[in-house]
């Protein structure tokens, strides 16, 4: 029994771990969060939207019969029926734990027009009527879920509808006839709308509001370097009072895919509800985004004399750097130098409170170019600097810019002798900040687009920095066409 309860404590910690890590691989790289105001302002564009498609909608003819003394037994007709005018108040959306939306419509308004007419033996008779429909109440759950390819999916479930009071005016000859049992026409009245309206609703949901959610996009180009994966992790997630939706928010190589070998960080999202949709984009966004860049080249470079600005007290030749190394000069007198470099690692952005900063390392290998046009390696450099970064918001993408501190120079390798790098170092600092940074900071200001339905734009944004994410909050607008 000792030997099982000394191991007892180290398998415990290693199923923790392992659990851990495992729940760790699953978190999203980017979460858009829709608050109360979000939700409200989508009931209200969603309420538009049923309006118009009710004004649509054919109401079905519908007939009976009627018995009046003295007139005996007859049959009318009710047809060419079509809604006038509609107003839906009271438009509610509000977030169903565990299964996605729930839409609530109040006090709302029809009103239908329409003809009708009466036979009663050889006698026919005809006129209009107009229906003033109060009251009515629309209540369906919208159950949200998740396509294996990432997409987003909505349908409705549960629907139910009511209306309070139906006023039928009938005019034309004896119109007065059936305004007598009135209470049994506007009974059908009520069946009929109520039985339409909720008809037209889950349609709607079908043919309109499921298309639109498919214009949220999966994948997104970015350069012709990078596209950004935006399928969903899961199906949106509804609590007591917004809706997350979790994205995975990898940048990726177009040319090849290599799998990213760190995780996602768990953010812990700020109670806010000032905006209507709040996005948290980690820093595995960004530093997925560094990798790729870093795999494909774009942060290489290299530097030649003629690179090198007119007054310089340093040019790359052979002869130039006879003070200092004089091995360098004998070995290879009057020739052409070039400086090739390359970032040692891909340089990650670090998120803490109010602060982003990368700490970049540089490898820079000197070469001689031989008269052969071979290029043969004389030394090698290893640069350090610190860099701060902003990132700001331009409409519907993150940008960013960096601002780079003094770079410092180690020489780490050396085939001519060790030398003194200062007069390289002011050369180098001279390249990075007049050539690589701006390059980088073009990248970055071109940025990276956020996950947006159609015709949805963004504004009134406020940024904040958290630890290990970015913390957008703005409002939105539905442009419509």
């Given at each position: 029994?000792?030997?099982?309860?000394?191991a007892?404590?180290?398998?415990?910690?290693?199923?923790?771990?392992t659990?851990?890590?495992?729940?760790?691989?699953?978190?999203?790289?980017?979460?858009?969060?829709?608050?109360?105001?979000?939700?409200?302002?989508?009931?209200?564009?969603?309420?538009?939207?049923?309006?118009?498609?009710?004004?649509?909608?054919?109401?079905?003819?519908?007939?009976?019969?009627?018995k009046?003394?003295?007139?005996?037994?007859?049959h009318?007709?009710?047809?060419?029926?079509?809604?006038?005018?509609?107003?839906?108040?009271?438009?509610?959306?509000?977030?169903?734990?565990?299964q996605?939306l729930?839409?609530?419509?109040?006090?709302?308004?029809?009103?239908?027009?329409?003809?009708?007419?009466?036979?009663?033996?050889f006698?026919?008779?005809?006129?209009?009527?107009?229906?003033?429909?109060?009251?009515?109440?629309?209540?369906?759950?919208?159950?949200?879920?998740r396509?294996?390819?990432?997409?987003?999916?909505?349908?409705?479930?549960?629907?139910?509808?009511?209306?309070?009071?139906?006023?039928?005016?009938?005019?034309?000859?004896?119109?007065?006839?059936?305004?007598?049992?009135?209470?049994q026409?506007?009974?059908?009245?009520?069946?009929?709308?109520?039985?339409k309206?909720?008809?037209?609703?889950?349609?709607?949901?079908?043919?309109?509001?499921?298309?639109?959610?498919?214009t949220?996009?999966?994948?997104?180009?970015?350069?012709?370097?990078?596209?950004?994966?935006?399928?969903l992790?899961?199906?949106?997630r509804?609590?007591?009072?917004?809706?997350?939706?979790m994205?995975?928010?990898?940048?990726?190589?177009?040319?090849?895919?290599s799998?990213?070998?760190?995780?996602?960080?768990?953010?812990?999202?700020?109670?806010?509800?000032?905006?209507?949709?709040?996005?948290?984009?980690?820093?595995?966004?960004?530093?997925?985004?560094?990798?790729?860049?870093?795999?494909?080249?774009?942060?290489?470079?290299?530097?030649?004399d003629d690179?090198?600005?007119?007054g310089?007290?340093?040019?790359?030749?052979?002869?130039?750097?006879?003070?200092?190394?004089?091995?360098?000069?004998?070995?290879?007198?009057?020739?052409?130098?070039?400086l090739?470099?390359?970032?040692?690692?891909?340089?990650?952005?670090?998120?803490?409170?109010?602060?982003?900063?990368?700490?970049?390392?540089?490898?820079?290998?000197?070469?001689?170019?031989?008269?052969?046009?071979?290029?043969?390696?004389?030394?090698?450099?290893?640069v350090a600097t610190?860099?701060?970064?902003?990132?700001?918001?331009n409409?519907?993408?993150?940008?960013?810019?960096?601002?780079?501190?003094?770079?410092q120079?180690?020489?780490?390798?050396?085939?001519?002798?060790?030398?003194?790098v200062?007069?390289?170092e002011?050369?180098?600092?001279?390249?990075?900040?007049?050539?690589?940074y701006?390059?980088?900071?073009?990248?970055?200001?071109?940025?990276?687009?956020?996950?947006?339905?159609?015709?949805?734009?963004?504004?009134d944004?406020?940024?904040?920095?958290?630890?290990?994410?970015?913390?957008?909050?703005?409002?939105l607008?539905?442009?419509?066409?």
């Open positions: 029994m000792k030997p099982l309860a000394a007892l404590p180290s398998l415990l910690l290693r199923l923790l771990l659990s851990t890590l495992g729940a760790l691989g699953t978190n999203p790289g980017l979460v858009a969060r829709i608050t109360d105001k979000g939700l409200q302002y989508v009931a209200r564009e969603g309420s538009v939207a049923l309006q118009k498609e009710l004004l649509r909608i054919t109401l079905p003819d519908f007939t009976g019969d009627f009046i003394k003295p007139f005996g037994r007859g009318y007709e009710f047809h060419s029926l079509s809604i006038h005018s509609c107003e839906l108040r009271g438009s509610a959306l509000s977030p169903l734990p565990g996605g729930s839409l609530s419509i109040s006090d709302s308004f029809i009103r239908v027009k329409g003809e009708w007419k009466a036979r009663k033996a006698v026919k008779l005809h006129g209009s009527f107009d229906v003033q429909v109060k009251g009515i109440t629309i209540s369906v759950s919208l159950v949200l879920g396509e294996p390819s990432g997409r987003p999916t909505i349908t409705a479930s549960g629907c139910s509808s009511h209306i309070q009071d139906v006023e039928v005016d009938i005019s034309g000859d004896l119109g007065w006839l059936l305004n007598l049992f009135h209470n026409i506007e009974s059908k009245f009520r069946r009929e709308l109520e039985s309206v909720c008809e037209m609703l889950q349609n709607s949901v079908t043919s309109d509001l499921q298309p639109y959610l498919q949220l996009p999966v994948t997104t180009e970015i350069d012709s370097f990078a596209g950004i994966d935006y399928s992790m899961e199906a949106p509804a609590t007591a009072q917004m809706l997350d939706v994205f995975k928010g990898e940048i990726f190589s177009r040319d090849h895919y799998p990213v070998t760190f995780l996602a960080p768990v953010m812990s999202l700020p109670e806010q509800q000032d905006r209507m949709v709040y996005f948290a984009v980690s820093d595995y966004v960004f530093n997925t985004a560094s990798l790729v860049y870093h795999e494909s080249g774009y942060l290489n470079f290299s530097i030649t690179m090198v600005p007119q310089s007290n340093i040019r790359l030749t052979t002869k130039s750097f006879r003070p200092f190394v004089p091995r360098l000069a004998r070995l290879y007198p009057n020739m052409n130098l070039e090739q470099g390359a970032m040692a690692s891909a340089p990650f952005l670090n998120f803490s409170p109010g602060n982003l900063s990368s700490t970049p390392l540089m490898e820079i290998e000197g070469f001689v170019l031989l008269p052969s046009s071979v290029k043969e390696p004389v030394f090698r450099l290893g610190n860099v701060s970064a902003m990132l700001t918001f409409i519907s993408r993150i940008t960013g810019f960096l601002k780079p501190g003094k770079i120079v180690e020489l780490k390798e050396s085939k001519v002798g060790v030398f003194n200062e007069l390289l002011a050369l180098l600092n001279y390249y990075i900040l007049n050539t690589l701006p390059k980088v900071n073009e990248k970055l200001a071109e940025g990276f687009p956020l996950p947006l339905l159609k015709d949805i734009q963004l504004y944004p406020v940024l904040e920095i958290h630890k290990d994410f970015l913390f957008l909050g703005t409002n607008q539905y442009k419509r066409a």
